[in-house]
């Protein structure tokens, strides 16, 4: 029965650890998503800004 108990306990520990390595992971890509987003969208408004300028000029 022991060995039963000792089982588990490594997969609920394994279905932790995954849980963890899987949020942690999906954190990041989200963080990286958004720095890209937010960069892009800057490099995109400088862009226009300059394209106006020109423009207007």
């Known amino acids: 029965m022991l060995w039963i ?3 588990m306990d ?4 394994a279905t932790a650890t995954a849980t963890a390595t899987a949020t942690a992971t999906a954190t990041a890509t989200a963080t990286a998503t ?3 987003t937010a960069t892009a969208t ?15 000029s």
């Open 10 to 13: 490594g997969l609920y520990t």
């Open 42 to 56: 800057a490099t995109a408004t400088a862009v226009l800004a300059g394209v106006e300028d020109v423009l207007v």
């Open 34 to 36: 958004a720095t890209a």
């Open 5 to 7: 108990c000792e089982w």
